[in-house]
């Protein structure tokens, strides 16, 4: 039996992170015999809810000036990981799946604090074991965004969009020196072809476990 593993999809928005998780979740179950949970950050908590009103410029909370922003996605990933993943890995045969984890914080809120004070804050939190970061030009990004429509969250005009990619290079560099393991998978074409170079890299690392 497969011991309980913690798998994270990263990337900008808009570069399919949330449908790749759902694919790789498909496979794991059905391919591997997996039992997965699927979650997400911000999360379905009361602090992630208050969080993702807070990215909203519309709502009042939208008001919260991006200081503080660093410290509501810390309070809601320790809720998420007291009540979400941390039971789910305490489960025989149970992988917890997350769409985003601390990574995005190291690379969206360094932008108002810098890094070393994002990894600071984050420095608590369980490590997960594998990270695939989707890559993905932030025109394409975009271009994307606009196709589903829906509010647009503070975070995604172009140039912020350049600047948190430059970030998360700084930020798999970080991870990387403390021993995470991190893989990049190029985000163009379709969901198909991405699914499948996400699950090329999942199988790999299955294969090279111990
Ligand atoms: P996202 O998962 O992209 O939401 P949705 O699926 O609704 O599009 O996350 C919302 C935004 O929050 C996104 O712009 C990234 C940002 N974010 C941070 O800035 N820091 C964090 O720690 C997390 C988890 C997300």
């Known amino acids: 039996m497969l011991s309980p593993q913690f798998l994270v999809i990263e990337g900008l928005d808009g570069s399919g992170g949330t449908t790749q998780v759902a694919r790789l979740a498909d496979w794991l179950r059905s391919d591997r015999g997996v039992e997965v949970l699927c979650t997400n950050e911000p999360s379905n908590g009361p602090v992630g809810r208050f969080v993702r009103r807070s990215l909203n410029p519309a709502s009042s909370e939208g008001r919260l000036g991006d200081g503080v922003l660093p410290y509501l996605f810390a309070a809601d990933r320790r809720d998420h990981l007291d009540r979400v993943v941390l039971p789910a890995l305490e489960r025989p045969n149970s992988w ?114 111990p």
């Open 96 to 209: 917890v799946l997350s769409d985003r984890y601390y990574h995005s914080s190291l690379a969206y809120q360094s932008l108002s604090i810098g890094l070393p004070a994002v990894a600071q804050l984050n420095a608590p939190f369980r490590a997960p074991d594998l990270t695939v970061m989707i890559d993905l030009e932030p025109e394409v990004c975009l271009e994307r965004i606009a196709q589903r429509g829906g509010v647009r969250e503070r975070f995604e005009a172009l140039d912020r969009l350049r600047t948190i990619r430059d970030a998360y290079e700084d930020v798999i560099e970080h991870c990387r020196t403390r021993g995470e393991t991190i893989h990049r998978v190029s985000g163009d074409g379709d969901i198909e072809a991405v699914a499948d170079r996400i699950r090329d890299v999942v199988s790999r690392w299955m294969e090279d476990r």
